[in-house]
């Protein structure tokens, strides 16, 4: 072996193709984005005993959440979700009309690290360009990925590979996984809606009502819900992201045991 140097590039190149090479055998779950949604998604279905990828086209966690309100650093989180901030351990401000004041900083971080040490492995600047499709049961079987700096080139490089049995959009408010299948996959007959105006309470309300699955294979949580059902932003309050985020990984763990994902 030779310097120092040598060493650090081949530890870097062995230990990331071991992860590569486990994500070619060993996922269940793709979940596409690590803002709220896909984070809290990924610690509730890693502690439930999945092999969980978060691919992430940022170098960052969190999404939309480091810009709080018009870069105001808080973020708002209503008393239905308090249970999750405890689970993940963010603290809050208690206010009297039972409204929660969290830290941006401090809500990115630990969403982020509960889900790492639940066991999620997230992979950031990798871009979700694809799925990949079956058509006899038709249903979504995995992602095409690609190196989002390869993306912000404009080189053409084909993509490779990722099979799993569930893919969650979490991308937000382009719900671009959605939007891709709906465009290429027109037999899946979905229709994109877009994304409402502000009425954060009704939005709050639907985007958990709505989040599950959008076909076999193909999950939906976060913004991405509204973009999907025509439903209201809400702007900087969070609470129905992680509720959201919540409830994809217990339909997606029933569906998963039952068979009939
Ligand atoms: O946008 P984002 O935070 O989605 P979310 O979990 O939460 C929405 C809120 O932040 C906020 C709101 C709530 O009140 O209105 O906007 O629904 O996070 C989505 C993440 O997905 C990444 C993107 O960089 C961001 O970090 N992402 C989007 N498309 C792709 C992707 C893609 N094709 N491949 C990989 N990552």
Do not use: C
């Not at 590039?9 to 990331?16: F, M, P, R, V």
């Not at 018009?70 to 979700?81: D, P, Q, R, T, Y």
């Not at 719900?175 to 979905?190: F, H, M, Q, T, Y």
């Amino acid at each position: 072996m030779r310097n120092l140097e040598s060493k650090i590039t081949k530890l870097i190149i062995e230990y990331s193709l071991r992860d590569w090479l486990d994500l070619t055998e060993d996922v269940d779950i793709v979940i596409v984005g690590a803002g709220p949604s896909g984070l809290t998604a990924a610690k509730y279905l890693a502690d439930k005993g999945y092999r969980i990828v978060v691919f992430e086209r940022r170098l960052s966690f969190g999404g939309g959440i480091g810009g709080g309100g018009m870069l105001f650093h808080k973020i708002v989180v209503e008393e239905s979700a308090k249970s999750i901030l405890d689970d993940f351990k963010i603290r809050y401000s208690k206010t009297e009309n039972n409204l929660y004041i969290v830290d941006a900083a401090e809500f990115m971080a630990k969403l982020a690290t509960g889900a790492i040490d639940a066991g999620a492995k997230i992979i950031h600047g990798v871009n979700v360009e694809d799925v990949i499709y079956r058509p006899s049961p038709l249903r979504i079987t995995g992602v095409a990925i690609q190196w989002n700096a390869v993306v912000l080139s404009g080189l053409h490089v084909d993509p490779i590979f990722i099979e799993s049995k569930a893919v969650v959009d979490a991308t937000g408010h382009d719900a671009e996984v959605i939007s891709i299948a709906a465009r290429k996959i027109p037999e899946l007959g979905i229709v994109l809606k877009g994304e409402k105006s502000a009425h954060a309470e009704e939005g709050e309300k639907l985007v958990i009502e709505k989040t599950g699955r959008v076909i076999p294979g193909l999950y939906v949580t976060g913004m991405a819900v509204a973009a999907l059902h025509g439903l209201p932003r809400m702007g900087p309050i969070f609470g129905g992201m992680i509720i959201s985020g919540k409830k994809v990984a217990d339909i997606i763990d029933q569906d998963l045991k039952s068979g009939s994902y």
